[in-house]
C-alpha cells in the first residue's frame, strides 16, 4: 500500500474522511486501504482559552491505499473530495519520507496535552495571569516552543527574577 494526497473541500476534512471510510466498509474494500489521515493538532487559542483543532494542511488529507481503478473511483466519488493531488488518473504516492514526518508530527501529539499556539516575541512585556506573581508584569527572555515553556525576567523589590512559565500563565499586553 502506497500513500496518497487527497483535496478536499477545506473546512470538510473531517467529514470527507469519514465518507471514505464508510463507503470502503459499504463496498467491502478494506483489504485494498489502511489509514486514511487528516494531519491536525489540537492547540489552545491563547485570547479564548478554548481548544482549537489546526490542520496542517487544510483542505487535504492522507489515504494509504492500493491504487487501481476500483479505489481509485472510490475515492474520487466520494462526498466532498475533489480528486487526488498530482494527476488526474494516475496520481503519484507522497514520498515516504514526507509521510514519516507528518505521522511522526501526529503521533507527538496524540500523547501530548493540547500545545498554546505561539505568539510571543523576545522581549515582549507580558502579564503573568497565574501562579504566585499573577498580574506582575514581565519581559520574555526565552521561548521554548517544544515544551510550551517560556522564561520571564520581572522586577521583585527592584530585582531582576527570572521564572518560567506555560505559554497559557502569560498574556500579550496590547
Do not use: C
Not at 9 to 18: F, I, T, V, Y
Amino acid at each position: 500500500m502506497r500513500w496518497y494526497a487527497v483535496h478536499t473541500l477545506s473546512g470538510s476534512e473531517d467529514k470527507a474522511r469519514r465518507g471514505l471510510e464508510q463507503r470502503i466498509e459499504l463496498h467491502e474494500l478494506g483489504d485494498r486501504f489502511g489509514r486514511v489521515l487528516v494531519p491536525s493538532e489540537t492547540v489552545v487559542d491563547p485570547k479564548t482559552k478554548r481548544k482549537v483543532t489546526r490542520r496542517f494542511y487544510p483542505g487535504y488529507m492522507l489515504v494509504q491505499m492500493v491504487l487501481d481503478n476500483e479505489t481509485w473511483h472510490l475515492v474520487k466519488n466520494t462526498p466532498r473530495v475533489m480528486g487526488f493531488v498530482g494527476g488526474a488518473r494516475n496520481p503519484p504516492p507522497v514520498p515516504d519520507e514526507e509521510v514519516r514526518r507528518i505521522t511522526a508530527m501526529l503521533s507527538d501529539d496524540e500523547e501530548a496535552a493540547p500545545r498554546p499556539v505561539l505568539d510571543f516575541e523576545l522581549g515582549e512585556e507580558v502579564r503573568l495571569t497565574e501562579g504566585s506573581y499573577a498580574s506582575m508584569r514581565g519581559t520574555v527572555e526565552e521561548i521554548s516552543e517544544q515544551r510550551g515553556k517560556l522564561r520571564v525576567k520581572i522586577n521583585i523589590f527592584g530585582r531582576p527574577v527570572s521564572t518560567e512559565l506555560g505559554f497559557h500563565q502569560v498574556e500579550k499586553l496590547s
